[in-house]
T-cell receptor, first 111, second 116 residues
Framework: KAGVTQTPRYLIKTRGQQVTLSCSPI?????VSWYQQTPGQGLQFLFE???????NKGNFPGRFSGRQFSNSRSEMNVSTLELGDSALYLC??????????FGPGTRLTVT | AQKVTQAQTEISVVEKEDVTLDCVYE???????LFWYKQPPSGELVFLIR??????QNEISGRYSWNFQKSTSSFNFTITASQVVDSAVYFC?????????????FGAGTILRVKS
């Protein structure tokens, strides 16, 4: 079974730009969660999508948004990038009531 | 609110030593789940174990063992006869009833360095 895939793996953007990250979950998994990892704040939950609906949301500003498609693939978007958005963005795939499996992450650098 | 505390920021051991990583959690839920993940330098979080709040049995998997004590709200992880390949950041995490959503609350992580 293929694991969770995230694209791109690395990204460099400039302040003020926007970015879209993609996550393809494990086949058959309907839940996709996103996490931000920074040295200062650690691992923080962004949001979770289940069957194309946002089921949970963390405490992040509205610049962070996401969506899930009918094939369970998910995208997250960050608009008006700030230097503090530089982080490793991790996506997790789950069946809905089971453990979550993480992808390799997308490392975003904002300059 | 849920909270996970990993008081040990960094631990260094010599190969073949046993090492225990501590995890203390706070939650008001009666049903909850506890996890351990390993993050090697590549960055990917590797799932190690999940326990639910009703199962306090200790678990052993090869060189890994976990001690869950509800009375002290702790879920500690022991690596026996550590190896260099065990060097990584280890995270303890907590979630509520997963049928209502998968939201993991992570501890700050413990950096484990195993020297040869």
């Amino acid at each position: 079974k293929a694991g969770v895939t995230q694209t791109p793996r690395y990204l460099i953007k400039t302040r003020g730009q926007q970015v879209t990250l993609s996550c393809s979950p494990i086949s058959g998994h309907r839940s996709v969660s996103w996490y931000q990892q920074t040295p200062g704040q650690g691992l923080q939950f962004l949001f979770e999508y289940f069957s194309e609906t946002q089921r949970n949301k963390g405490n992040f500003p509205g610049r962070f948004s996401g969506r899930q498609f009918s094939n369970s693939r998910s995208e997250m978007n960050v608009s008006t990038l700030e230097l503090g958005d530089s982080a490793l963005y991790l996506c997790a795939s789950g069946s809905g009531s089971d453990e979550q499996y993480f992808g390799p992450g997308t490392r975003l650098t904002v300059t | 609110a849920q909270k996970v505390t990993q008081a040990q920021t960094e631990i260094s051991v010599v190969e073949k030593e046993d090492v225990t990583l501590d995890c203390v959690y706070e939650t008001r839920d009666t049903t909850y789940y506890l996890f351990w993940y390993k993050q090697p330098p590549s960055g990917e979080l590797v799932f190690l174990i999940r326990r639910n709040s009703f199962d306090e049995q200790n678990e052993i998997s090869g060189r890994y063992s976990w001690n869950f004590q509800k009375s002290t709200s702790s879920f500690n992880f022991t690596i026996t006869a550590s190896q260099v390949v065990d060097s990584a950041v280890y995270f303890c995490a907590l979630s509520g009833l997963m049928e209502y959503g998968n939201k993991l609350v992570f501890g700050a992580g413990t950096i484990l360095r195993v020297k040869s």
